[in-house]
């Protein structure tokens, strides 16, 4: 039962045009949300993120959007640049008993930037 | 800062024999986070420590897998015995606290199971 997903698995935008990343999910309960860059051979890096009282943060080049009515969230990168050719994957967590929480991701998705 | 430290990087062996991987997180960070990925697929949690406690362990294969943090500083993570469908990249993770806290990823060790 995938709580996170991801179901475009690639995308190939030209350098300078807009990137827009999908991720859907399916616990109501999830009330943060990440993005993760992840290079072959490293592990993932923190991108941005969101919490669920916004729909919208932005940070340089990069843009997260959160409509929870239809439990989407998207990752929006412009311009973008070869350098973001990489494995991105979604994430989402909820608070759990303890006041901990257990991070969900997507299967991910690779986006190719061409020159 | 130095990030989050994970040996070996390459581990092949066969079935049925025993592996254990190593991973020393960023300096102050009291969470510890051990994820296993399969090819194809993200990151899963097995194992979260606060300090030298488990968090939650509710995906972790208690059967053959184990994974202890003493001191609360370094962390390893054991197969015994490891099984064909053990093959994945075992990521190690670390953040401030439990909640709202970006998890920091090492370069994660690759396993073959042969």
């Known amino acids: 039962d995938q709580q996170v997903k991801q179901n475009s698995p690639s995308l190939s935008v030209q350098e300078g045009r807009i990137s827009i990343l999908n991720c859907d999910y399916t616990?109501?309960?999830?009330?943060?949300f990440l993005w993760y860059k992840k290079y072959p051979a490293e592990g993932p890096t923190f991108l941005i993120s969101i919490s669920s009282i916004k729909d919208k943060n932005e940070d340089g080049r990069f843009t997260v959007f959160l409509n929870k009515s239809a439990k989407h969230l998207s990752l929006h990168i412009v311009p973008s640049q070869p350098g973001d050719s990489a494995v991105y994957f979604c994430a989402a967590s909820a608070m759990e008993q303890g006041g901990s929480e257990k991070l969900v991701f997507g299967k991910g998705m690779k986006l190719t930037v061409n020159p | 800062e130095a990030g989050v430290a994970q040996s070996p990087r390459y581990k092949i062996i066969e079935k049925r024999q025993s592996v254990a991987f190593w991973c020393n997180p960023i300096?102050?960070?009291?969470?510890l986070y051990w994820y296993q990925q399969i090819l194809g697929q993200g990151p899963k949690l097995l194992i979260q420590f606060q300090n030298n406690g488990v968090v939650d362990d509710s995906q972790l294969p208690k059967d053959r897998f184990s994974a202890e943090r003493l001191k609360g500083v370094d962390s390893t993570l054991k197969i015994q015995p490891a099984k064909l469908e053990d093959s994945a990249v075992y990521l190690c993770?670390?953040?401030?606290?439990?909640?709202?806290?970006?998890?920091?990823f090492g370069a994660g060790t690759r396993l073959s199971v042969l």
């Open positions: 993770a670390s953040s401030l606290g439990l909640a709202k806290n970006i998890q920091y």
């Open positions: 616990n109501s309960m999830f009330d943060y």
């Open positions: 300096s102050g960070h009291a969470t």
